[in-house]
């Protein structure tokens, strides 16, 4: 199947920094990406939608302006955690989907601890 | 809100035996797919069954759903230890890229 990388796979930041999170599709373009959050022994909740070139959908209740979502080209998105709180850690996945795929292929997720 | 309801949320059971997992959800949808989640780890995509079929197999899983009863099963068959892993179910509905995910169901194989 085709691969998404995330990056870094854990990171460990102090509160009131912004730590931004990476995601690639290897080996074809993703036209969609989402962005997950999962907190432990829970299911994935959606915080948002980007489509390519434009600006991210966010779910009801996810702060943009909390977690900005960049997805500039048809290979990459990107998360940014700004102002990073402890409520904020949590395991952060993203997948990505070509246009007309069923299957959406997912990240190996990040682990963000704020201290 | 979350789409889907997974039952049982926990599952033990003897390698080789069979496990069976339930998913129900409440609008209609276009596609219902199932994922394995390692601890700590992404989603592995494991089958995907449209909205007008009924029954799909794939290696040691078999994937039913009715449409009528808002529900899917996921049965995997001889089970091993390599096998334990949250399943989750996720929908998506016509017109709409988003996938909703279920509960989960925590699966462990006893060796």
């Known amino acids: 199947g085709a691969v998404v990388s995330q990056h870094p796979s854990w990171v460990i930041c102090k509160s009131g920094t912004s730590v931004k999170i990476e995601c690639r599709s290897l080996?074809?373009?993703?036209?969609?990406m989402f962005w997950y959050r999962q907190f432990p022994k829970q299911s994935l909740m959606l915080m948002a939608t980007?489509?390519?070139?434009?600006?991210?959908?966010?779910e009801q209740g996810v702060e943009k302006d909390k977690f900005l979502i960049n997805h500039a080209s048809l290979t990459l998105s990107t998360l940014t955690v700004t102002s990073a709180h402890p409520e904020d850690s949590s395991f952060y996945i993203c997948s990505a989907r070509e246009r007309g795929w069923t299957e959406a292929f997912f990240g190996q997720g990040t682990r963000l601890t704020v201290v | 809100s979350q789409q889907g309801e997974e039952d049982p949320q926990a599952l033990s059971i003897q390698e080789g035996e069979n496990a069976t997992m339930n998913c129900s959800y409440k609008?209609?949808?276009?596609?219902l797919q199932w994922y394995r989640q390692n601890s700590g780890r992404g989603l592995v995509h494991l089958i995907l069954i449209r909205s007008n079929e009924r029954e799909k197999h794939s290696g040691r899983l078999r994937v039913t759903l009715d449409t009528s009863k808002k529900s899917s099963s996921l049965l995997i068959t001889a089970s091993r230890a390599a096998d334990t892993a949250s399943y989750f179910c996720a929908t998506d509905a016509f017109g709409n890229e988003k996938l909703t995910f279920g509960t989960g169901t925590r699966l462990t194989i006893i060796p």
């Open positions: 080996d074809f373009q993703a036209t969609t």
């Open positions: 980007s489509n390519e070139g434009s600006k991210a959908t966010y």
């Open positions: 609008t209609s949808i276009n596609n």
